[in-house]
């Protein structure tokens, strides 16, 4: 495979123009070409690491936990789990992490499921899951309507179903990549019904905004007056709307109200976060409304909270930084502490299914590539672990182990869509990225219809 840099979600959406002035440079980062350079594994690195892993017997959701029951232990009491993935389109991967959810919420009571989808997107979704209303594989978007995702979707529309289970599971949509129609729909069909008095303001703020909030390349052409009144327009809305909530209490405490101010805030959030003119400035209010977002969930709706992303939005440092100099899960680090335990993964071989091109205008296609190798990264060595999948807490080990955790060495970060002569391998500290780490030795491209 040519050297090439795998990227998706909020770049893979951004204009040419702004990429370009955002990711020029390779520093930190080293291309698969080095692998025929790299030494050999040391044996005794390896042999520490199996002796401290805990060894996982399948990704089946519908089989039994006892094997992912150490996980309990290694999350302890903590509020929020970030759920990585270390490419966008990995068949095994994305199951395994449909087992985590299950056991997430069937044994460790978490029921608020935040994922790397649009907050539009998210409303339906969560709509889906309670009510059944509408086609799942029309909601999630880019390279999540894959056949192993959908299979968990419709698991949560079943658990959610079932009257035993009092406490709901909750779909968030934390991303801001668009906005479409029916987000705003959500606002003014409340103050439609709630607020008559409201609504001929409420309909005039927000009637130009649907037309170019669909699209992140139309936005970004904008010029900075209508960015700006965009922006004033949106913070209006979520002002009025609180202004009335403060002059009827018992209506704050209405699902619906709570539902529709978020809503109201994540539009207010998009044309803030586009107000910036460079890549950097933007991708940093990004990942912090998106983690923004994900905390709502919790105060909002009680509960405990995955998120589940690329290893980049949910990593608690920095594992691309030109590309991501600023990831979400920094931002839930910096306020959650111990409260956020992030759950990275990683594969050694296989291939992956993603974008070979991906346009507003011409639409996308899909490919596989093959997992690119390089002899000294983190995934090289736990692929010669004699487990084919595991867990490993990076914060507990001994020996030989835990020094290498904590040293800077190449890990593979695979997205969406190709950039040539960009690195696929970034030297940092697996101890640095991810508190615990899910290993599937080769992994199968996921199977989107």
Known sequence: ?????????????????????GCGAEKGARSIDVANSAQPIQNQIVQSIESQVKPLKTIDPAQPFDDLKPLKNMIGDAQYVGLGETTHGSSEIFTMKFRLVKY??????????????DWGDGLKLNEYIQTGKGNPREFLKLLYPADEIIAMVEWMKEYNANPSNKKKIQFIGPDLKALDQGVYNKVIDYVKQHHPDMLDEVKERYKELPAVTGNLEIYTKLTPGEKERFKVNAEKVVQLLNDRTKQA?????????????????????FTTMMI??????????????????VIWAQEALGGKTMVWA?????????????LYPNGAGQFLKDRLGDQYVVVGSTTAEGEFTLYSS????????????????????????????PHDMFLLDN?????????????KRPLLSLGGQLIPKAPVYFDTSLLEQFDIVFHIRKTSPSHIK
Request: charged share 20%.
């Open 358 to 385: 991906y346009t507003y205008s011409s639409g996308s296609k899909l490919s596989t590539e093959t997992i690119p190798q390089e002899v000294n990264s983190f995934n090289y060595t736990l692929g010669k672990v």
């Open 104 to 117: 997430l919420v069937t044994e460790m009571g978490f029921t608020n499921f935040a994922m790397e989808q």
């Open 310 to 322: 690329h290893n980049i939005h949910v990593a608690k440092g920095v594992i691309d930084p030109n």
């Open 395 to 407: 914060r507990h080990l001994e020996g030989q182990a835990d020094q290498w955790v904590k040293e």
């Open 1 to 21: 495979m040519n050297t090439k840099k795998m990227y998706g979600g909020m770049i893979a959406l951004i204009s040419a123009a702004l990429l370009a002035a």
């Open 249 to 269: 209490k018992a209506e704050a405490d209405s699902s619906e109200l709570i539902w529709v101010k978020a809503t109201a805030k994540a539009i207010e959030n």
């Open 276 to 293: 910036p003119a460079d890549y950097p400035s933007m991708l940093k209010l990004h990942e912090q409304y998106l983690a923004d977002q």
